[in-house]
């Protein structure tokens, strides 16, 4: 069968070579370029999730927390401070859980130091030397932020003013002349219960997988990835195509230039036979002369 195409429409449809006969490499796919590169509209449940899930962490840290003062037993057991519960769920809950776990570890890291250092000054001194006691504190604060680094920001300054709370907040008891231990140990311990319920709850009930998020990464890379190769291929394509049209081009050069060289040495070949023939013909015609 004949083809009905027009020159016009061959030439059309044939890609355009540039002046050295390179062929263009072909346009990426626009759908796939655009796939990569528009991003995915967020769900309405997924925004109204993000809105309200730290109210709502909180409000249930918090529900939780009073339970250690609305409770008769769980009051009794903390001894009248169950409050530090709530004050440390306030303490390290964040809008973003990971910064929340962070401030777990550095509140209790910088709560412990602190009740151990309250607890040695207790032991050491006494209760009349409560002005050599702030001394000793002044000193522990300017040694810990002395060497103040930003990424324990919380846990060293947890520790320099906790420790005053610690030793002058209750560990000396003015009215009786002594020394209650128990005050640091139960501080320490609701302190750390507050932590573990914040970390339980938040970890449970609070955490949200990456992995979705990581998927659409993921293909959204790879998309673009698709299109930089695809490209890239047809680059490729074009400069191997217009390495063989100048090497297409230097053979025929070369072909070109034997041939003239074949050709002259030709035309030499034939004045030589002529001028042989001639001089043949004047030695003849001098072999005549008496």
């Given at each position: 069968?004949?083809?009905?195409?027009?020159?016009?429409?061959?030439?059309?449809?044939?890609?355009?070579?540039?002046?050295?006969?390179?062929?263009?490499?072909?346009?990426?796919?626009?759908?796939?370029?655009?796939?990569?590169?528009?991003?995915?509209?967020?769900?309405?449940?997924?925004?109204?999730?993000?809105?309200?899930?730290?109210?709502?962490?909180?409000?249930?840290?918090?529900?939780?927390?009073?339970?250690?003062?609305?409770?008769?037993?769980?009051?009794?057991?903390?001894?009248?401070?169950?409050?530090?519960?709530?004050?440390?769920?306030?303490?390290?809950e964040q809008e973003r859980l990971s910064a929340s776990f962070i401030k777990m570890f550095h509140?209790?890291?910088?709560?412990?130091?602190?009740?151990?250092?309250?607890?040695?000054?207790?032991?050491?001194?006494?209760?009349?030397?409560?002005?050599?006691?702030?001394?000793?504190?002044?000193?522990?604060?300017?040694?810990?932020?002395?060497?103040?680094?930003?990424?324990?920001?919380?846990?060293?300054?947890?520790?320099?003013?906790?420790?005053?709370?610690?030793?002058?907040?209750?560990?000396?008891?003015?009215?009786?002349?002594?020394?209650?231990l128990g005050y640091i140990s139960l501080r320490i311990t609701m302190v750390s219960i507050g932590?573990?319920?914040?970390?339980?709850?938040?970890?449970?009930?609070?955490?949200?997988?990456?992995?979705?998020?990581?998927?659409?990464?993921?293909?959204?890379?790879?998309?673009?990835?698709?299109?930089?190769?695809?490209?890239?291929?047809?680059?490729?394509?074009?400069?191997?195509?217009?390495?063989?049209?100048?090497?297409?081009?230097?053979?025929?050069?070369?072909?070109?230039?034997?041939?003239?060289?074949?050709?002259?040495?030709?035309?030499?070949?034939?004045?030589?036979?002529?001028?042989?023939?001639?001089?043949?013909?004047?030695?003849?015609?001098?072999?005549?002369?008496?």
């Amino acid at each position: 069968a004949t083809s009905t195409a027009t020159p016009a429409a061959t030439a059309a449809a044939t890609p355009k070579s540039d002046e050295a006969g390179a062929v263009p490499p072909a346009a990426p796919d626009k759908a796939v370029a655009a796939t990569a590169s528009k991003p995915a509209a967020r769900p309405v449940a997924a925004t109204v999730l993000k809105r309200f899930d730290y109210p709502l962490r909180v409000a249930v840290h918090i529900a939780f927390a009073s339970l250690w003062v609305a409770c008769p037993n769980w009051q009794r057991r903390a001894d009248g401070f169950g409050s530090w519960v709530g004050v440390s769920v306030l303490s390290v809950e964040q809008e973003r859980l990971s910064a929340s776990f962070i401030k777990m570890f550095h509140r209790f890291l910088g709560n412990s130091s602190a009740g151990v250092f309250a607890m040695i000054v207790a032991q050491i001194l006494n209760v009349n030397e409560l002005i050599v006691a702030a001394g000793l504190v002044a000193g522990w604060i300017w040694i810990v932020l002395s060497f103040y680094e930003p990424t324990f920001d919380y846990a060293m300054k947890n520790a320099a003013y906790s420790s005053a709370i610690f030793l002058f907040g209750g560990l000396v008891v003015f009215n009786q002349d002594s020394v209650n231990l128990g005050y640091i140990s139960l501080r320490i311990t609701m302190v750390s219960i507050g932590i573990a319920q914040a970390f339980i709850l938040d970890f449970i009930f609070f955490r949200r997988s990456a992995r979705p998020k990581l998927c659409k990464e993921a293909l959204a890379w790879f998309s673009s990835l698709a299109v930089a190769v695809r490209a890239s291929a047809d680059a490729a394509s074009a400069i191997q195509a217009a390495a063989a049209d100048e090497d297409r081009v230097s053979a025929e050069d070369r072909i070109a230039a034997a041939e003239d060289c074949i050709a002259a040495a030709e035309d030499r070949v034939a004045a030589a036979k002529t001028a042989a023939a001639a001089h043949a013909a004047a030695v003849a015609i001098d072999g005549k002369r008496p």
